[in-house]
């Protein structure tokens, strides 16, 4: 059976920290304070800007939804950014993705300041993971920053370990691959052109997934001893959620294993929390 790698643990324990961090900010008279943008009423993005808002207030931080219609302008959504890009009380600032039709053409990541990043989303940010940064001269992205956090708590190694990791998007295949990187593991980034993507899985000592599909990697992908992270949120056809892993057949072959739920996604919101207090004390304080 494999060890369960669940979030929770490292939640609790870096809540209390971050609790503490907010509480010396605020006796300095800074009180952090994020601001996440949503634009429009898409349910998933709902769910994950109040639960951005519950973890920021839970620390002490000030946290609000700034909602824009559906129907926002361009004009109005460029000037509510840079309204909070220019306020000294906000020190985080992030647009929850996707955004309606009428801003795709918007590069939404080059508004926000590199130091307001909370979502580790600007290419200064990627720039200096690309530099060599492990987040000392720039905020991580989310997701990526905390699988390295949840990989360090359970005493995972990645120096000299050879990472697959499949999915390239910019905000967790790609990022992920360079951070991983920097702290010396020999990562193979997977795509949907690859081939022979299971010879690459059967070599690998860490599979990280970030796919979007239901049960995509199977026991034929995978070898006893290996760590898989599941990055994946899909609904299967009964509407249960649930990663890109088929989790009943790879579990009891590997060694570790994050579920979905209760694995990454947590910790994708906890390293925003964690991004938020580090900027209010490195720039604002
Ligand atoms: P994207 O849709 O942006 O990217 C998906 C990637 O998967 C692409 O690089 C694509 O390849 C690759 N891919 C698709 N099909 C295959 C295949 N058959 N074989 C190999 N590679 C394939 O996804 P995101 O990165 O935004 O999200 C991925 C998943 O992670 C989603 O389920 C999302 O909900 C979840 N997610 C979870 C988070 C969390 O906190 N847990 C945070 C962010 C995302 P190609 O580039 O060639 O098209």
Redesign the pocket.
Same mark, same amino acid.
């Given at each position: 059976m494999a060890k369960l790698l669940l979030a929770k643990p490292l939640v609790e324990k870096t809540t209390e920290n971050l609790k503490k961090r907010c509480e010396k900010l605020k006796e300095g008279g800074i009180t952090p304070c994020i601001k996440v943008i949503l634009v429009g009423e898409d349910p998933a993005s709902k769910v994950y800007t109040r639960s951005k808002k519950r973890l920021g207030e839970k620390i002490g931080a000030d946290a609000e939804i700034v909602n824009l219609p559906d129907d926002v302008s361009v004009e109005e959504f460029t000037t509510t950014i840079a309204k909070h890009n220019s306020d000294k009380n906000v020190h985080g600032l992030m647009v929850q993705l996707p955004v309606p039709s009428q801003l795709s053409g918007v590069d939404i990541q080059s508004l926000i300041s590199p130091e307001k990043d909370v979502d580790g989303a600007t290419e200064h940010s990627l720039a200096s993971i690309i530099l060599g940064s492990k987040g000392e001269n720039s905020l991580l992205p989310?997701?990526p920053s905390?699988i390295i956090s949840l990989l360090k708590f359970y005493n995972i190694e990645l120096v000299g370990k050879n990472v697959v990791i499949?999915?390239?998007?910019l905000?967790?295949?790609k990022p992920l691959a360079m951070l991983m990187t920097n702290y010396n593991a020999t990562v193979t980034l997977?795509?949907?052109?690859?081939s022979n993507?299971m010879e690459h899985t059967q070599n690998a000592d860490i599979i990280v997934t970030?796919?979007?599909?239901n049960s995509?990697l199977k026991a034929c992908h995978i070898k006893e001893g290996q760590t898989i992270i599941d !990055? /994946?949120?899909?609904r299967n056809s009964e509407g249960k959620l649930c990663g890109?892993v088929d989790f009943d057949a790879v579990e009891p072959i590997v060694s570790a294993i994050t579920p979905v739920p209760g694995g !990454? /996604?947590p910790?994708?919101v906890l390293s925003l929390a964690q991004n938020l207090i580090e900027t209010t004390e490195k720039n604002f304080s």
């Open positions: 989310c997701t905390g499949i999915g390239r998007s905000i967790v295949g997977c795509h949907s052109r690859t993507l970030a796919i979007g599909q995509f !990055v /994946g949120i899909n890109d !990454v /996604g910790l994708t």
